[in-house]
């Protein structure tokens, strides 16, 4: 069963901090060459917020360094998103998105992932 399940998302005021959850199936978690948020608000193109490529590294949008934090519990094959100090401008809907084929050297492309969870909500006001 090939699934990205993303939970965590809610509605926070100004400033405040949210993490989302990611789990993947255990197919998605043992061959991913990358797995990343992304988010889309309405009337916008998805785009990419944070990165983690199985060496370890990760990458973000410059629009979220230093507060936001990507990082997986591999023992519970999870993807978390730790989002600190919220602006409205965050608010979107948030997808896990994961890349098994590595076809695309661009880290934060929604075209370089094949495989999507159904997002969650992201609300700042």
């Known amino acids: 069963h090939v699934q990205l399940v993303e939970s965590g998302g809610g509605s926070v005021q100004a400033g405040g901090s949210l993490r989302l959850s990611c789990v993947a199936s255990i197919y998605i978690y043992n061959r991913y060459c990358r797995m990343a948020w992304f988010r889309q608000a309405p009337g916008k193109e998805r785009e990419g917020v944070a990165a983690f490529h199985r060496n370890g590294s990760t990458d973000y949008a410059e629009s979220v360094k230093g507060r936001f934090t990507i990082s997986k519990d591999n023992a519970k094959n999870t993807l978390y998103l730790q989002m600190n100090d919220l602006k409205v401008e965050d608010t979107a809907m948030y997808y896990c998105?994961?890349?098994?084929?590595?076809?695309?050297?661009?880290?934060?492309?929604?075209?370089?992932?094949?495989?999507w969870g159904q997002g969650t909500q992201v609300t700042v006001s």
């Open positions: 998105a994961a890349d098994i084929w590595g076809a695309y050297s661009d880290r934060l492309a929604p075209f370089a992932y094949n495989h």
